[in-house]
């Protein structure tokens, strides 16, 4: 109760930030980011296109992956109209393709561009059943695995980045809150989902890939610990707001809920606050493998905080992105979970 009235009127956490804090706001006093090369996942619009039009005025130089390469020439241009001299390179990802989240690292290799900032935002809220041409279900393809395999290939890039600039790298997964509605095995639902739609509910596939976030990044930061890499990773829940995500709801009942819900809903420079506190802000050199939400840091759910579960999902998602991606529906041996390579 007094954390929905602290949230309502915007009360400061301890960062300084609240629920009303702006992505604009959050990032006035940070160094500036002229040597900054970021990739943002899903800056076509909502969050993901705030966050990089921000960072864009802080001086990063971005780098836009999009499945539709059109939107992304569109958010270039008004981010260019804005801010004339940013440097935004738009390249195609789809998230919910191996192949092409492989021929996208291949090609932005190709630039031999420095890496210091990653950003995983891209994210769907499917309203149908689907499954992706890798034979996984589609939300978590997009939201989760796409993105797994994405940070895996760009890893070397970022610690070598982190190392030669001596700046310190940062990985920012974009999760929700939702992920707390998730619970029951996660291996066992996906695979269920993975292989039909008779146990397929929209909401719980979209928690369970957002309860993947948090657990990529709960493991991720102690492998990279574990290698004395220069690179942070932290999770964030954006708050809750009206973009293209629903736009598979569409209609009289989703115009309910919102309006319901108004008083609880941000504005998209609010969502984007987090992200950008996250990705930018000093007082967080060396804070890894945190859950943050309204700019503050934040319990994750129980699950989201289990470390047998993050290494579990960890080895799962390696033979998902191995080239036999289907083999994950066949039980996990405890043998797979035992080591903890980076890559
Ligand atoms: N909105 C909320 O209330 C809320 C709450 C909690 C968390 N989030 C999270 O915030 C993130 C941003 O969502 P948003 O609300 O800003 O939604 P949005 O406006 O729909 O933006 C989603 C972005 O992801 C991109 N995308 C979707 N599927 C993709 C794919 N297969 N490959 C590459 N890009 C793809 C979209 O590109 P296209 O232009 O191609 O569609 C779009 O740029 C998501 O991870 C979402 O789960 C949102």
């Known amino acids: 109760m007094l954390e929905t009235v602290k949230y309502l009127i915007g009360s400061r956490g301890a960062s300084g930030f609240g629920s009303k804090s702006t992505a604009e706001q959050v990032t006035e006093t940070c160094p500036d980011l002229r040597s900054i090369t970021a990739i943002i996942t899903g800056a076509t619009s909502g969050i993901g296109a705030e966050t990089a039009r921000v960072l864009a005025k802080r001086g990063a130089r971005l780098v836009l992956p999009a499945r539709n390469v059109k939107a992304a ?13 940013s440097e ?18 291949l090609e ?3 630039f031999n561009l420095p890496l210091n900032l990653l950003v995983n935002n891209a994210g769907k809220f499917a309203h149908e059943h689907a499954i992706s041409e890798d034979g996984i279900e589609m939300t978590f393809a997009t939201n989760y695995i796409g993105h797994f395999l994405l940070t895996k290939l760009l890893l070397n890039k970022m610690i070598k980045t982190a190392r030669q600039s001596g700046v310190q ?4 997964n974009v999760s929700s809150s939702i992920h707390g ?9 996906l695979g269920q989902i993975s292989r039909n739609k008779s146990q397929y509910d ?36 954006p708050g809750i707001v009206r973009t293209r995500l629903t736009r598979e709801r569409e209609g009289l009942i989703t115009d309910l809920v919102f309006f319901l819900a108004s008083k609880l809903l941000k504005t998209i420079p609010q969502a984007a606050a987090t992200t950008c506190y996250v990705a930018t802000h000093p007082r967080l050199v060396n804070v890894s493998g945190k859950y943050f939400a309204d700019c503050n840091e934040a319990w994750t759910s129980k699950l989201g905080s289990n470390s047998n579960e993050a290494a579990r999902l960890w080895a799962a998602s390696e033979i998902m992105v191995s080239r036999h991606p289907k083999q994950f529906l066949i039980r996990l041996r405890p043998s797979i979970m035992t080591s903890r390579k980076l890559m």
């Open 73 to 85: 020439e569109e958010a270039k241009a008004r981010i260019v109209s804005e801010f004339p001299d």
């Open 88 to 105: 935004i390179l738009v390249m195609a990802l789809d998230l919910s393709s191996l192949s092409s989240v492989r021929n996208f690292v």
């Open 108 to 110: 932005f290799e190709s």
């Open 169 to 172: 790298g940062r990985i920012v």
């Open 181 to 189: 509605w998730f619970s029951g095995d996660m291996i066992h639902y």
């Open 202 to 237: 929209a909401t719980r596939a979209y928690a369970l890939s957002k309860l993947a976030n948090v657990l990529h990044t709960k493991e991720l930061a102690q492998r990279l610990k574990q290698v004395d890499a220069n690179v942070t990773v932290n999770c964030v829940h």
